[in-house]
């Protein structure tokens, strides 16, 4: 007979301190507390056992690098290959970002999560308390265990492939429009009613690889196209209108580019997938599909460019990038 979860003692926590409105105080939010200074503001917290805190880095999300992001993963992943959870304060502005890096590099069963605040700590009704006190019964739960990463906000337990910050200022800035939330926190105890499933990590020396985002709109004449390729990218995230279409000459452009470098696509729309076969016209998804690009499924355009860019900086072909990608195209 196995123990349930319920019987298990909980698993060790790492609170790893990374900067933004969680961290940030006074009338013009700017960073004030480091992870120790946010564990001891919440009664209790401090006391529970197996649980430590340290800074990594203290910055407004939009200032962080991608050395910092890198950095900020490895800390994470190698704790939980340890089998300590670990709970990430981070900003809000790219924490979907980071937490999709996180999710690529993950390799190991402990969770990891990622949380933040859209109010300052000196802010009347702050949320950083809640969310944190939150995101750490995620991570010392048995439940999570081999989920990856996870994004708990406002309540809710997100995967890091799927959450998107979809409102700037809402305590519940954080949703995921193609699955919905995995589950909730309920009085500090998680329920996880739907899990998804893992991809193979990567392991990326470095992030020193160019990789842009284009977008397209109506009357798309191909100039924004051609100046990013100008760039010399190592690889593409492209937009495309509907299910995965674009003006003919400017999905020709993109299909040429995709035969040196790899070229992945999303939808504008943010649930869906490129199709396959409904439309038949001049520059639709069967034209797209016909080409070297590389469908991505229902990935945000921001959680794209974080796997590829570990694409490309890992050394991966553009035919083992579109493997990569493979799992989340459908």
Not at 23 to 32: H, Q
Not at 280 to 286: L, P
Request: glycine letters at 12%; a negative charge; aromatic letters at 4%.
């Amino acid at each position: 007979m196995t123990p349930s979860d319920d019987t298990l003692p909980a698993r060790r926590v790492r609170i790893l301190g990374a900067g933004g409105t969680i961290a940030m105080a006074g009338d013009s939010a700017r960073p004030a507390l480091d992870a120790e200074a946010l564990v001891a503001a919440i009664p209790g917290l401090g006391a529970r056992d197996g649980l430590e805190a340290r800074q990594i880095v203290n910055l407004p999300s939009a200032h962080l690098t991608l050395a910092d992001q890198l950095l900020i993963c490895r800390e994470a992943r190698d704790a939980a290959r340890r089998g300590i959870g670990v709970v990430v304060t981070h900003g809000t502005d790219t924490l979907e970002d980071t937490a999709m890096l996180c999710d690529v590099l993950h390799d190991a069963q402990a969770p990891i999560v990622f949380t933040g605040a859209i109010r300052p700590a000196t802010a009347a009704g702050a949320d950083g308390p809640a969310n944190l006190m939150d995101a750490v019964s995620v991570a010392a739960s048995h439940e999570a265990a081999g989920m990856g990463v996870l994004v708990v906000f406002g309540g809710e337990i997100h995967h890091a492939r799927c959450a998107r910050k979809t409102d700037t200022t809402s305590l519940t800035a954080f949703s995921s429009p193609q699955t919905g939330p995995l589950g909730r926190v309920t009085e500090g105890h998680p329920t996880i009613w739907s899990r998804m499933p893992r991809n193979p990590p990567l392991d990326p020396p470095d992030l020193e690889r160019r990789v842009l985002v284009v977008g397209s709109g109506a009357g798309d004449d191909g100039t924004l196209a051609r100046a990013a390729l100008g760039c010399e990218p190592d690889g593409m995230v492209i937009g495309t209108l509907g299910a995965g279409h674009l003006a003919p000459a400017v999905l020709e452009l993109w299909a040429d580019a995709a035969e040196r470098i790899p070229v992945v696509a999303y939808c504008r729309p943010e649930r869906g997938v490129v199709l396959a076969g409904t439309y038949g016209y001049a520059g639709s998804e069967r034209d797209l599909r016909k080409t070297g690009i590389i469908p991505a499924g229902f990935l945000s355009p921001q959680a794209i460019r974080m796997k590829l860019l570990a694409c490309v900086a890992s050394g991966l072909s553009i035919e083992e990038t579109r493997w990569a990608f493979r799992q989340d195209d459908g």
